[in-house]
């Protein structure tokens, strides 16, 4: 029997059988379809990577005011779609290597402040003019001017210059920062024609696909680009983005077959949905987390016993059961966990109501503390925000609870408003995370975190190349985030994602959602 299914699922991968017919031959051997599906995953694997079709996902992070322009994106369907079409220098592997993209091979001075990348040559743009290392000195430019607002100036702060010469581009750094190529990583440095200084909206990049459909906050699409210069992804004809905010319309779509990813599953109906014949749950740890944002200098945020107070007032371990279902693990008011190579264990903060009530009393507010969430914050925030509601009011704190629209949260309060439910998806080095969310000049500092020693500490950690040194710079920042800062993280959740039985190539990437982002790219449809 099971060298007969070996047999009909390599048929079905090669085109030569249908789904349905072998299903229904499996049934008939007394094979479950769970199983069944099992084995064509399995012959899709063996054979390689299938060429053709439309390749579509259902993503919860889309809106209205989604721009094309890679300094604006904050949410998952712009950072996603925007994988599928542009390129940075560098991409990161699943396991954490710095891998060649635009530029083929890069080196650093023996001080680590002048990096030069050998830009590769006989990349086309998607309007059919070559990339030159001019334009990647230009993204780099626009992505430093504080007048693009880019989600990247925080990172970018750090370089002096960037030049061509010849074929390389050469960063001068102001420190030392062995860092670099992980911070060119960040998916807003997409290289853009003249760096998006025309046009940055243009949705002109290098990657596999090229832009077809742009709805904002509906859906997003792209056909291969023929002249795409690598050969390992863009292996659908066609890549769609259906914009699906609501959860259960997300899961529906994906049994329903009108979509063959998604994103964002919950995971409080993980267990549910593993029971669906055909869909496969795809989760891997990584560095992302959940959180509470607090304006650290907006009142009454502006005390730090109030910060304090409510950093006490959270159950952590109430919401990664209740809330993670176990798919995460308890933070600790810091984007650090122990994925971080130079991670540093701090003794973990636990909910104390006495301590909650004592710094809240300490802090002289009185009355509710208004905190605002969404659906589309994180997975279960609406749940979690009103458990987060009920620990505190045993200390005696009133958190009034302000559910928003899913459409245009992203624009109209994260970011802006004091106190808020968000998300990050991490990022691969401490440096960039501290740089891109905590630094006194990023844009994205969502805390408003301004402390000039954090700064300089922040600095100094980049420039230092004795490894424990560092390491024990990260660990005095962190312990300055946890107990000044303005972030609550009660914990570290798994990407939970989905995909059909049509689906071929997924691989575990911890980096962030989808692959890394790049699951329409490097996915393929398997019959």
Not at 63 to 71: G, K, R, V
């Amino acid at each position: 029997m099971s060298n007969e299914l070996d047999f009909l699922s390599r048929h079905v991968v090669a085109g030569k059988l249908n789904r349905r017919d072998f299903l229904s031959r499996a049934a008939a051997l007394g094979v479950s379809a769970t199983f069944a599906n099992s084995l064509l995953a399995g012959a899709a694997r063996a054979q390689g990577p299938v060429k053709g079709g439309i390749l579509r996902a259902g993503m919860q992070g889309g809106a209205a005011t989604d721009s094309l322009d890679p300094a604006t994106w904050s949410s998952q369907v712009p950072y996603f779609f925007g994988r599928q079409w542009a390129e940075q220098l560098v991409q990161i592997s699943a396991d954490g290597v710095v891998q060649p993209a635009l530029a083929e091979e890069w080196g650093a001075s023996d001080d680590a402040k002048v990096w030069t990348f050998k830009i590769r040559k006989g990349v086309q743009f998607h309007n059919g003019k070559e990339m030159t290392p001019a334009d990647v000195v230009a993204t780099m430019e626009r992505h430093s001017d504080e007048n693009s607002k880019s989600g990247a100036l925080g990172i970018m702060g750090g370089i002096d210059s960037v030049k061509a010469d010849g074929d390389t581009v050469v960063f001068s750094l102001k420190d030392a920062n062995a860092d670099l190529p992980f911070l060119l990583d960040d998916y807003h440095l997409m290289i853009q024609p003249n760096g998006g200084k025309d046009n940055p909206a243009e949705g002109i990049g290098t990657g596999p696909y090229k832009i077809t459909v742009n709805e904002a906050g509906v859906r997003h699409g792209g056909e291969k680009f023929a002249n795409y210069w690598r050969d390992d992804r863009g292996f659908a004809d066609q890549i769609e983005i259906i914009v699906i905010n609501d959860a259960t319309a997300r899961t529906s779509a994906l049994q329903g077959g009108q979509v063959d990813i998604i994103n964002r599953v919950e995971p409080k109906i993980v267990e549910l949905i593993k029971r669906v014949p055909g869909v496969t749950i795809q989760n891997v740890a990584g560095r992302g987390h959940y959180v509470f944002i607090m304006h650290c200098n907006t009142a009454p945020f502006d005390n730090n016993d109030l910060r304090l107070a409510l950093k006490y007032a959270l159950d952590r371990e109430e919401l990664v059961q209740k809330i993670l279902q176990g798919y995460g693990s308890v933070g600790n008011d810091t984007p650090i966990n122990k994925v971080y190579p130079l991670f540093t264990e701090m003794e973990q903060r636990t909910y104390d109501p006495e301590k909650a009530a004592f710094h809240y009393k300490k802090s002289g507010h009185s009355g509710p503390v208004l905190l605002r969430t969404s659906d589309v914050a994180f997975p279960g925030a609406v749940d979690a925000t009103q458990l987060y509601q009920q620990s505190a009011a045993k200390a005696g704190i009133t958190i009034e609870v302000k559910r928003e629209p899913g459409d245009g949260y992203w624009s109209e309060v994260w970011n802006k408003q004091p106190f808020s439910a968000s998300y990050w998806g991490g990022r691969p080095t401490q440096d960039q995370m501290y740089s891109t969310a905590y630094y006194s000049k990023a844009n994205w500092n969502d805390t408003r975190f301004f402390r000039e020693d954090f700064d300089k500490m922040l600095l100094q950690a980049r420039a230092e190349l004795d490894a424990e040194k560092r390491k024990k710079i990260y660990a005095d920042m962190g312990m300055i985030v946890r107990d000044e800062g303005g972030v609550i993280t009660p914990m570290f959740n798994d990407f939970i994602d989905a995909t059909s039985a049509k689906v071929g190539g997924w691989s575990p990437d911890g980096n962030q959602e989808m692959m890394g982002g790049y699951a329409l790219s490097k996915c393929w449809l398997v019959a």
